[in-house]
């Protein structure tokens, strides 16, 4: 809430409603994650949504916090280091022109764009196996119909968030490459 108000994170300003439409939505991708994700790259991660929650629960995990937002960028430096997250790296770049040096077991990105976007972004930055986890409020068909014609298997999951009214959903996509 404080760093809210200089940088302008999130429209949510309730408390409440911070806990349960950020802390408690992130950590609902939490089930999600396998024992073998040890990199993870969080797109368009904002305030650190999902990504700093994640490697808060996950400390054995890697997270890649990637936006082009350098407010938001700093304000994450600023927690990485307030909290002494070891576990995070911050990058400020445009998902379009970041090239990693080693490729993720995980791409995640909590309501940013459209699944055939996505799925653009995240393929070339997916190691072999690896998945891309897209956090939805409720997938459309048109969506999905997309990811099908690229032949890119998926795998849709309802999220149960407590406090959060309407639809949650993860979408779990995977390559065949």
Not at 44 to 63: E, S
Not at 151 to 167: A, T
Not at 169 to 176: D, K, R, V
């Amino acid at each position: 809430m404080h760093w809210n108000q200089a940088y302008n994170l999130t429209a949510v300003r309730d408390p409440q409603a911070m806990v349960a439409y950020h802390l408690l939505d992130s950590l609902s991708l939490l089930p999600h994650l396998r024992e073998s994700d040890r990199r993870c790259l969080d797109i368009g991660t904002g305030a650190g949504l999902p990504g700093v929650v994640l490697a808060l629960a996950r400390p054995d995990q890697h997270w890649v916090l990637l936006d082009s937002n350098s407010k938001k960028t700093r304000f994450l430096q600023q927690v990485r280091m307030q909290l002494d997250l070891n576990n995070i790296e911050v990058v400020r770049e445009r998902v379009t022109e970041y090239a990693p040096e080693a490729l993720f077991d995980v791409v995640s990105a909590r309501a940013l764009a459209g699944l055939d976007k996505l799925c653009r972004w995240a393929q070339p930055l997916l190691a072999p196996g690896g998945r891309l986890l897209a956090m939805k409020a409720a997938p459309d068909a048109g969506e999905l119909d997309s990811v099908v014609d690229l032949s890119i298997d998926y795998r849709g999951h309802e999220l149960s968030v407590p406090g959060v009214d309407g639809p949650r959903s993860l979408i779990e996509l995977w390559f065949n490459t």
